[in-house]
C-alpha cells in the first residue's frame, strides 16, 4: 500500500514536514479504499456476467 505514497506527496510536502503518523494513516486509508473500489467494481462485472451467461 505505502508503495503509491508518491501520488499523495503533494499533499504531503503541503504541510511542510516528513511523513507524520497522521498523513501515513492517510494514505493507508485512502490506498484501501481504492482497493475496496476496485474489488466493488470486480464483483460487479462478475455478477453483470453471470446475468448474461444465464440468459
Known amino acids: ?9 503533494d499533499c504531503v510536502s503541503a504541510k511542510g ?3 507524520s503518523t497522521e498523513v501515513l494513516f492517510m494514505i ?19 455478477k453483470l456476467n453471470r446475468i448474461c451467461v444465464s440468459i
Do not use: C, D, V, W
Open 1 to 9: 500500500m505505502l508503495s503509491n505514497k508518491e501520488e499523495y506527496a
Open 17 to 19: 514536514e516528513n511523513f
Open 28 to 46: 493507508l486509508i485512502f490506498e484501501q479504499q481504492k482497493m475496496i473500489n476496485e474489488l466493488i467494481t470486480r464483483l460487479a462485472e462478475e
